[in-house]
């Protein structure tokens, strides 16, 4: 029988350093945003939501192209096990875009928000009680500490918001990290001046925020963003987007056909 993560203490999960220690402490920073969610409203509830998508999004990518994979390597049933929390991180991904996409005063809103504090609880028990316990008793002290300075890396230059395109698996998750993370790492800043902000600001910042959607919305359906994908974490809820990064890119290797047939006919002349 295996001990849960949350019954451990930090010697026995292997030291400040270990990967083990590190997701603990931010599950405990989660839990707390959590309740300070439940009786938020207006700006307030805007703010919790910023700090809550600020923690999840780059500690689940990092989980994503760095534990994940060792899991798969070491325990037989891994696959199994890592498809099942990428399954709850695509839906945490697909609840925070509609919740994006609804306003305030909406009744689907705290529907929206209940299902995702459910599934965020569901994620954490998961890793805490059955994931990491399997992933402590196949490797030693010091591979959790290695695993925790790599987690932590990539946790830091991950990007910050939902992007459900976006494969839950490398390489495509890894190519998306540099691009995706700098645009929302821009919209943060954006949108935490847009918090408490009035006057004519206001319409602009907006603009900057929503040109920056945009902007990675283009980078994640870039086809390369896919790849490693498993079917059943494909975006599964609303319509698909129109694709502006396939479009760029099939429209930049025309013009080098093009290019390129000029130079040949240039050539034979
Ligand atoms: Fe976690
Ligand atoms: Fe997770």
């Known amino acids: 029988m295996y001990t849960s993560v949350a019954d451990q203490t930090t010697d026995q999960l292997g030291g400040p350093l270990s990967v083990l220690v590190r997701q603990k402490r931010d599950h405990v920073r989660l839990s707390a945003l959590m309740e300070r969610l439940k009786g938020s409203t207006g700006e307030d509830q805007a703010a919790v939501l910023l700090d809550i998508y600020r923690l999840v999004f780059p500690h689940a990518f990092a989980e994503e192209s760095v534990l994940w994979p060792v899991l798969r390597r070491v325990l037989p049933d891994g ?47 998961d890793e805490e009680d059955a994931l990491f316990p399997r992933l402590q008793a196949r490797v030693g002290r010091r591979e959790l500490q290695v695993l925790g300075v790599l987690w932590e890396l990539v946790r830091r230059i991950a990007p910050t918001r939902a992007h459900p395109v976006v494969t839950r698996r490398p390489p495509g998750n890894v190519a998306a990290a540099l691009p995706l993370s700098v645009l929302d790492r821009c919209r943060d800043l954006v949108d935490r001046a847009l918090l408490g902000a009035d006057g004519p600001a206001v319409p602009a910042l907006h603009r900057i925020s929503s040109v920056l959607a945009d902007a990675s919305h283009a980078v994640e359906l870039l086809p390369i963003m896919r790849s490693g994908e498993d079917p059943s974490t494909r975006l599964i809820a609303g319509a698909q987007p129109f694709p502006w990064g396939t479009a760029a890119l099939c429209a930049a290797g025309a013009g080098l056909v093009v290019v390129g047939a000029r130079w040949t006919a240039h050539r034979a002349d």
């Open 79 to 125: 696959e199994e096990l890592t498809l099942e929390v990428e399954r709850e991180h695509q839906e945490v991904n697909e609840l925070v875009k509609k919740l994006e996409g609804l306003d305030g005063g909406s009744p689907e809103r705290a529907q929206v928000l209940g299902r995702l504090t459910e599934v965020l609880d569901d994620d954490v028990r």
